[in-house]
């Protein structure tokens, strides 16, 4: 029997003693030892399953040494290995000999040509010759599969990392093997094409160039590309990412694995969005969001007109120094901008102009200083906890990656999921218990589950609850996910579930899935009222959030708004509020795209934007990385700390931020935050804030499990460089960090259910109408329609069938919609997509919302 308390094991390989862990795959420890085994199916990051046999090795046994799979044997001690002998030689030569008898020697015209593992190990390990001469099989090539992908079936060794990959990480079996023998192929599925929001990580897993990514087929090859190793911001997983380009255009983006972030996968609106970076910037209507704006602009004659620099800036601050008080100015937005970015707006906004407020969330997130009293689990921690509870939407529509890492441990690590539910969840189906949330009953829920005496009225059963409440207990080890699930109910009613969880489970960590791109670093960099860099709070002072500077800007109060990166009627969910706020006040919009915003702005300050700037971010777990320009900005966009600094002298004060280095050493000396010196020159996975943990280095990524990534450094950092110092009452007399006391929330009264009426759950989609869809032709196609799904029972209420348009009554007034049928819709609710139109192309959600309640109720009568 092996001793099961051993924490290491030593194996022979080529005559080398190799110390390995007790259950390690063969394949790895020999790499781990300097001895690399090739492989074709094997993935580190999937089971193993020992297909394409490339790498066997002889192996020691009773019976002699025999050939056996490297990737599907584990080590035992004692072990005998032997990968060079003349008769493992001779087994590689033969798989690589039959894998090519019927491959077309078509490398000239294949993307994968320079990148391809089965061109390189044919060279390592082939005969160099073949002895078919027979004629090779044909298939029409090549066969959409999906939207974003094409299947030359013709290519394919049939290592299954496409079809596991679906299967296995993403959860959606979507493609698999048909036929059999040399027939056999991957087949999408006859009534559902590969749709899959992770369908990009097949192509750049696959070892051939049997999947084929659409916007990438035949743009360029692998030897023209030039790289930087950045962080993706689509996002606030904050996945690392290779960005590679040709010339001054953006060709690829690549994930990168990282351990405690991406483990390689992105999400495909995250990989295929490249094109609204470079946008159309021979577009002349800046209302468009496909636009890219490449030079200031200046309202002259009710017209915004081209203008320099230095006009625009002196028209801004003449705007600012017009509004009168500082109370009178604002600032909506700045999760799009780096840390640096933030970090001078806020010195600009808060230091020098003296106002109060700012929020860099669209009145969709959470109480900027609830966060910060949360203590914190990583995406790590989240993917390891034995327990998860979630109080937030569908994480595979608003936070891909994070899906899939939590999703590896519920599917395949026994871990449990505990669901506080209001609308559809991909997670549901590997829940150990779902508690449906209605709208507006998040704290009564959250209150049950911490004291166990449930209320009459709700859908939960006293069986339920107490078996949740025993597999949670005191929260030790148990990790809480919490976000937006529903964008119609009051922002206060999640604020006090979370707070509650907070306060009756001590022992649990929290890891908050907010949405946007970078808002927690926005948040530390002090972009929140009552905020200060450096994850600082001010208990004295008050400012406006984002509703409440849209009524200041209605009634007049605040007479000048500045609206940072974004478009701020794509994105708040109040669309009547905010176009009569933008129509009352002077705005300035500092912005790299057009939209419908900027029908509204005084001034507009091009800037730069991702994948064409320098400087840090923060994910959703506080973890800071790099990112790094790979083509230059177009026309005159300036980086978001210059045009903060230039605008600042405009107004009369010098910032002292003249460049994005000196920004992040000015973070760096008040603050103790992480930020662009720590990093700079370095490829690594980050620093978690907080943190302090001993540095370890990367492991150097295989090119065979994903292919195409070129000279990504191997150096790095685990979770910190080191002991942090936040802002507190030591370091600064006005500053420090926000307790649990400081946290005061105001209770909402959340009406009576009205018994004709659905409550409305309004609910993020990955593909909806932002700048980054709009702007990119790879994915417009899949943008969002608008539609109502209602559980069946409820649609028979009306006599409708699945697909019927109805009649809505809704407060802003009547219209008509198309519905659907969906069980996994709670009774007595509808969802509704935001960010989408209706197929006739009008945007009828805006009109759903009632702003005047916590939650909105809707009627659906026939026509």
Not at 162 to 184: N, P, Y
Not at 333 to 362: K, P, S, V, Y
Request: glycine share 10%; aromatic share 4%; hydrophobic share 40%.
């Amino acid at each position: 029997m092996p001793d099961a308390s051993r924490t290491k094991v030593n194996i022979t390989v080529d005559g080398r003693s190799v110390e390995a862990a007790p259950g390690e795959l063969l394949i790895t420890a020999a790499e781990r030892a300097g001895t690399y085994i090739p492989r074709f199916c094997y993935h580190p990051r999937m089971e193993p399953v020992g297909m394409c046999r490339m790498c066997l090795v002889e192996v020691d046994g009773p019976r002699g040494a025999t050939l056996q799979p490297a990737c599907y044997l584990k080590v035992a001690d004692g072990m005998n290995v032997t990968t060079t002998s003349d008769k493992v030689k001779k087994a590689q030569d033969g798989v690589l000999e039959f894998l090519l008898a019927n491959h077309p020697l078509d490398c000239p015209v294949c993307d994968k040509g320079g990148e391809c593992p089965l061109q390189d190990q044919t060279l390592a390990h082939g005969s160099g010759e073949t002895r078919f001469a027979e004629e090779k099989r044909h298939f029409v090539k090549p066969v959409e599969i999906g939207e974003l992908v094409l299947l030359d079936r013709e290519r394919c060794i049939q290592c299954a990392r496409c079809t596991r990959f679906a299967s296995e990480v993403a959860g959606e079996a979507q493609i698999a093997f048909a036929g059999r023998g040399d027939l056999i192929e991957v087949a999408p599925s006859p009534t559902q094409p590969f749709d899959s929001f992770f369908s990009g990580n097949t192509v750049q897993i696959c070892p051939v160039g049997a999947l084929t990514a659409k916007p990438y087929r035949f743009s360029a090859r692998p030897w023209d590309l030039e790289q930087v190793e950045s962080t993706c911001t689509t996002c606030a997983v904050g996945c690392r990412v290779a960005v590679q380009s040709s010339g001054n255009r953006l060709t690829r983006v690549l994930g990168v694995d990282s351990e405690p972030v991406n483990h390689g996968w992105l999400c495909d609106k995250g990989r295929f969005t490249l094109d609204s970076v470079d946008g159309h910037e021979h577009d002349t209507d800046v209302l468009s969001a496909q636009s890219r704006i490449t030079q200031p602009l200046v309202r002259r004659g009710g017209e915004l007109t081209p203008v320099s620099w230095g006009v625009a800036l002196a028209e801004a601050a003449r705007l600012l120094h017009e509004a009168g008080d500082a109370s009178a100015i604002g600032a909506i937005g700045g999760a799009t901008l780096t840390n640096e970015g933030a970090f001078a707006w806020e010195r600009f906004l808060r230091g020098a102009i003296g106002t109060e407020n700012l929020d860099a969330q669209f009145g969709d997130g959470l109480d900027p200083v609830l966060l910060q009293t949360l203590p914190l689990a990583t995406i790590d921690e989240a993917a390891a906890a034995s327990v998860v509870l979630t109080l937030t939407g569908d994480l595979r529509e608003e936070l891909p990656v994070l899906f899939l890492r939590l999703r590896e441990g519920f599917a395949h690590q026994g871990h449990a999921l505990v669901e506080l539910s209001s609308g559809p969840s991909a997670l549901r189906p590997l829940a150990r218990h779902v508690l449906s949330v209605r709208p507006g009953e998040a704290p009564t829920l959250a209150r049950a589950l911490v004291s166990g005496r449930l209320p009459v009225g709700t859908l939960v059963g006293e069986s339920e609850l107490a078996d949740a409440r025993a597999l949670i207990g005191d929260g030790t080890g148990v990790v809480i996910v919490v976000g937006r699930a529903n964008l119609a109910e009051d922002q206060r009613i999640v604020d006090e579930a979370v707070s509650i969880l907070a306060h009756g489970l001590p022992g649990a960590t929290f890891l908050v899935a907010l949405r946007r791109a970078n808002v927690r670093g926005a948040l530390d960099m002090g972009l929140g009222p009552r905020l200060r860099p450096g994850r600082g709070f001010d208990p004295v002072a008050s400012g406006r959030d984002t509703p409440a500077q849209l009524r200041a800007m209605v009634s007049g109060t605040q007479r000048v708004t500045i609206v940072l990166g974004g478009c701020l009627l794509g994105n708040v969910v109040d669309q009547e509020l905010a176009s009569a706020a933008l129509a009352s006040s002077k705005v300035i919009a500092v912005t790299g795209h057009g939209g419908a915003t900027l029908a509204h702005a005084d001034v507009v300050l091009p800037a730069s934007v991702q994948h064409e700037r320098t400087g840090t971010v923060t994910n959703l777990e506080g973890r800071v990385t790099a990112v790094a320009p790979k083509v230059g900005a177009p026309g005159s966009a300036w980086p978001d700390v210059a045009i903060a600094a230039e605008l600042a002298l405009a107004w009369g004060q010098d910032l002292g931020l003249g460049s994005v280095e000196l920004c992040a050493q000015a973070i760096e000396e008040t603050t103790g935050y992480a930020a662009l010196s720590v990093l700079q020159d370095q490829a690594f996975d980050g620093v978690v804030m907080g943190r302090e943990v001993t540095p370890v280095a990367r492991h150097a990524m295989d090119p065979m499990a994903f292919p195409g990534i070129r000279s990504t450094k191997t150096a790095g950092l685990a979770e910190s460089t080191g002991a942090t110092t936040l802002l507190d009452a030591s370091t600064t007399a006005t500053t420090r960090g926000a307790a649990k006391d400081d946290v005061h929330l105001d209770k909402v009264d959340v009406p009576l259910a009205d018994a004709y009426a659905l409550r409305l759950v309004l609910v993020r989609r990955l593909y909806d109408r932002g700048i980054a869809m709009q702007g990119s032709p790879a994915l417009g196609a899949l943008i969002s329609t608008t539609s109502l799904s209602v559980h069946p029972r409820d649609l028979d209420h009306l006599g409708l069938a699945s697909g019927a348009r109805v009649k809505v009554r809704a407060r802003a007034g009547d219209f008509e919609i198309g519905v659907v049928t969906d069980e996994t819709v709670l009774r007595g609710t509808c969802v509704a997509p935001f960010g989408t139109l209706d197929e006739t192309g009008a945007d009828v959600v805006a009109r759903m919302i009632d702003a005047s309640s916590p939650v909105t109720q809707l009627r659906l009568e026939t026509q």
